[in-house]
């Protein structure tokens, strides 16, 4: 049987891009205007309240939700005729910087090496 509804293949990309955010006002400004956009699908009541969420949020990320465009998201692959997007999930949180996870990474490395060197001795 030929379906070909059992022979689709999925890949999800992961990315992770951290920002350093220069100026938390325009950048609130920015989102706002969008929010308050005539072309915004928001009726009275759902623009008050982003525009709550956006002010209210001072770590900048509800703002910039509103500012990034899913175009540019897809923008990463569009340049690829054989795949196809499906479904595009973007989330934006604070976090305390740049990460310092990889260092800590290569430490534990380190780490395991140095006691590898104890059990031979």
């Known amino acids: 049987?030929?379906?070909e509804s059992g022979t689709e293949r999925y890949l999800r990309l992961t990315v992770e891009?951290?920002?350093?955010?220069?100026?938390?006002a325009g950048l609130q400004v920015a989102a706002l205007k969008e929010?308050?956009?005539p072309d915004a699908d928001l009726d009275d009541d759902e623009r008050r309240e982003q525009?709550?969420?956006v002010s209210a949020d001072d770590t900048?990320?509800?703002?910039l939700q509103w500012l990034i465009e899913p175009d540019h998201v897809l923008g990463l692959i569009e340049h690829v005729d054989q795949v196809e997007p499906r479904?595009?999930?973007?989330g934006?949180?604070?976090c305390d910087g740049l990460s310092e996870e990889?260092?800590?990474?290569e430490h534990d490395h380190h780490g395991h090496g140095h006691h590898g060197h104890e059990h031979d001795h």
């Open 1 to 3: 049987m030929s379906d």
């Open 60 to 63: 900048g990320a509800t703002a």
């Open 87 to 90: 479904e595009a999930v973007l």
């Open 35 to 37: 929010i308050n956009h």
């Open 51 to 53: 525009a709550e969420l």
């Open 17 to 24: 891009l951290t920002v350093e955010i220069q100026d938390i």
């Open 92 to 94: 934006v949180e604070p």
């Open 102 to 105: 990889d260092e800590e990474e």
